[in-house]
């Protein structure tokens, strides 16, 4: 059975630094996974993503320069560190994981978490 599990949101100010966490069970090593946002009224968008080895790495505009997507393997984790937050910044991010080619699009993702709340107050 395959579980994604996030942790690590919170209130920041803005300016500051938050680091995601998700945790993966059941899952096969090859998916690639991402993280999504979604804040009220708004449709869920792409932030980050990362290859099943974290040799390659994808972006939205927003988060290139200051957030970083990671993954370890060996502990089934996937890290998304988020730095100069922004009031913008705020939604629920959720963890997604899928099998297939698809990157930036939440149709292209089977398998999802329950989201993290971050709150960036300026």
């Known amino acids: 059975q395959v579980q994604l599990v996030e942790s690590g949101g919170g209130l920041v100010q803005a300016g500051g630094s938050l680091r995601l966490s998700c945790a993966a069970t059941g899952l096969p090593r090859y998916y690639t996974m991402g993280w999504f946002r979604q804040a009220p009224g708004k449709e869920r968008e792409f932030v980050a993503a990362?290859?099943?080895?974290?040799?390659?790495?994808y972006y939205a505009d927003s988060a290139q320069g200051r957030f970083t997507i990671s993954r370890d393997n060996a502990k089934n984790m996937v890290y998304l560190q988020m730095n100069s937050l922004k009031p913008e910044d705020t939604a629920n991010y959720y963890c997604?994981?899928?099998?297939?080619?698809?990157?930036?699009?939440?149709?292209?993702?089977?398998?999802w978490g329950q989201g993290t709340q971050v709150t960036v107050s300026s």
């Open positions: 997604a994981a899928t099998g297939g080619s698809g990157r930036y699009s939440p149709k292209a993702y089977d398998y």
């Open positions: 990362t290859t099943w080895n974290g040799g390659t790495t």
